[in-house]
C-alpha cells in the first residue's frame, strides 16, 4: 500500500495545481466514492477509509519523528522557553539579599551638593536591589557632578542622570532592573529617597527626594532610604528658582557622594575571606570596582 501511495504522490506532483484542482478535486473524489461504494458496499467503504485515515495518521507521525527523533511536544517547548533559570550571579545575589533582609541591614551615604550636605539611611532590608544600585553607583563616583535635572516645589527634586536631560543613566547592571514595593514605606514626609522610572521594573540610575507628602506616588516608585541630616539643605534646594519645565534655573549639583557603611560590600569581603576560590573581579558584588 505505501509503495501505489507514493507512485501516485509523484504523480500529483508532476502535474499544476489546476490540473490537480481538475483531476483529484472535489468531482473526482465524488465519482470515486461513488464507484467505490457501488464496488464495496457503503459498510465496507466506511471502514477502508478509515483504515486508510488511520494508516495516514501512522505514516505521518513515523515520517515525523524519523526526521525530528529528539523533537520534543510543543507543550513542553512552550513551557521550557517560559522557564528561567537562575544563573550563579543572580543566585549568589538573591543569597546577598536574604541575608541583608534577615540581619535588617541599612546603609549611610552623604551626598555633597553645590548647596550643602544631603544625608541618607539607606533601607537596604526593604529595597536591596535599589540599594544596592544606589550604592554601588556612589562607589563607582558615576553620580560626581550630575546634577539635578527636574525640581518641582512641594513635590520633590530629582537627579542621577549624567546627561542632564531626564532621559538617560544606566544602572549598576547596565540595564533596568525590577521595582521593590514594601508596603510599610510611604512617600509621607520630606526627605523620602526613592527610584524615578519611567513604569514599573524600569528602575536605573535616576531617583528623587521628596520634599514633603505624596502619597500619590506610593506603589509606583520604589522607597529605599531617608534623609536623616540636612534638612536646611533640602529646604533650601526647594527654594530655588525654576523654568516652566521644571529646570532649576541655577544648577544643583552633586559634587561628590560618600558611602559610609555598605553591607553588601561588608558581606562580599567575608565571603571573600573566608577562602571562597573567585576572583575579586568575578564576584557579583564587588564587579563595579572593576568597570
Known amino acids: 500500500m505505501p509503495d501505489d501511495r507514493d507512485f501516485v504522490q509523484k504523480l500529483k506532483k508532476k502535474a499544476s495545481k489546476k490540473e490537480k484542482a481538475e483531476k483529484y478535486g472535489q468531482p473526482y473524489k465524488q465519482k470515486w466514492l461513488q464507484a467505490n461504494e457501488r464496488f464495496l458496499g457503503s459498510d465496507r467503504l466506511d471502514a477502508a477509509l478509515k483504515e486508510q485515515d488511520s494508516w495516514e495518521k501512522d505514516f505521518?507521525?513515523?515520517?515525523?519523528?524519523?526526521?525530528?527523533?529528539?523533537?520534543?511536544?510543543?507543550?513542553?517547548?512552550?513551557?521550557?522557553?517560559?522557564?528561567?533559570?537562575?544563573?550563579?550571579?543572580?543566585?549568589?545575589?538573591n543569597r546577598l539579599y536574604a541575608q541583608v533582609i534577615a540581619d535588617g541591614l541599612k546603609a549611610y551615604v552623604s551626598l555633597k551638593t553645590s548647596k550643602g550636605d544631603l544625608n541618607f539611611e539607606i533601607f537596604c532590608s526593604k529595597a536591596p536591589r535599589a540599594a544596592e544600585n544606589f550604592l554601588g553607583l556612589c562607589q563607582k563616583g558615576y553620580y560626581n557632578g550630575v546634577t539635578f535635572h527636574r525640581l518641582v516645589p512641594g513635590l520633590m527634586v530629582q537627579g542621577g542622570d549624567p546627561t542632564g536631560t531626564g532621559r538617560g543613566g544606566e544602572s549598576l547592571w547596565s540595564g533596568p532592573f525590577p521595582s521593590e514595593i514594601a508596603e510599610d514605606l510611604s512617600h509621607n514626609r520630606a526627605g523620602v529617597l526613592s527610584m524615578a522610572n519611567a513604569g514599573k521594573d524600569l528602575n536605573k540610575s535616576q531617583f528623587f527626594i521628596t520634599f514633603g507628602a505624596c502619597a500619590q506616588l506610593d506603589g509606583k516608585h520604589p522607597i529605599f532610604g531617608q534623609l536623616v541630616g540636612g534638612a536646611k539643605v533640602l529646604k533650601d534646594i526647594e527654594g530655588v528658582p525654576t523654568n516652566e519645565l521644571n529646570q532649576p534655573k541655577v544648577p544643583i549639583t552633586i559634587l561628590k557622594a560618600v558611602v559610609h557603611a555598605n553591607p553588601f560590600q561588608e558581606l562580599a569581603d567575608k565571603v571573600k575571606g573566608k577562602g571562597v576560590d573567585i576572583a575579586p573581579e568575578q564576584n557579583p558584588y564587588l564587579q563595579h570596582h572593576f568597570k
Open 60 to 93: 505521518s507521525a513515523k515520517r515525523k519523528l524519523e526526521a525530528e527523533p529528539f523533537a520534543e511536544s510543543s507543550q513542553k517547548k512552550k513551557s521550557k522557553a517560559v522557564e528561567h533559570v537562575a544563573t550563579v550571579e543572580e543566585a549568589r545575589r
